[in-house]
Nanobody, 115 residues
Framework: QVQLRESGGGLVQPGGSLRLSCAAS????????MAWYRQRPGKEREFVAA???????TYRDSVKGRFAISRDNGKNTAYLQMNILKPEDTAVYYC?????????WGQGTQVTVSS
């Protein structure tokens, strides 16, 4: 079993930045794709960004040019740099990882964008 632990969330003003981290531990064979999702209260969880083991990235249209996903394969860690944050970015952000076909979710970290 693989465990994912997100960190880096917090309160930030509109236009500000935050950097989220997702560290994988446990029975890791090979982490393939890693991704970030987010969820607002009463809403469905939605895709934000993903990165392959080789570094190919995909983004939700609303975050393109503002967010950047990256990873360190040696540390089994993914990151989400969030810039020019908007109130609508407020959500719990979750990390997802594919460990050789076994998909795991993290516990989530709260991001609040407000004046």
């Amino acid at each position: 079993q693989v465990q994912l632990r997100e960190s880096g969330g917090g309160l930030v003003q509109p236009g500000g930045s935050l950097r989220l981290s997702c560290a994988a531990s446990g029975s890791i064979f090979r982490i393939n794709d890693m991704a970030w999702y987010r969820q607002r209260p009463g809403k469905e969880r939605e895709f934000v960004a993903a990165i392959s083991r080789g570094g190919s990235t995909t983004y939700r249209d609303s975050v393109k040019g503002r967010f950047a996903i990256s990873r360190d394969n040696g540390k089994n860690t993914a990151y989400l740099q969030m810039n020019i944050l908007k109130p609508e970015d407020t959500a719990v952000y979750y990390c997802k990882a594919d460990n050789s076909g076994d998909y795991t979710w993290g516990q989530g970290t709260q991001v609040t964008v407000s004046s």
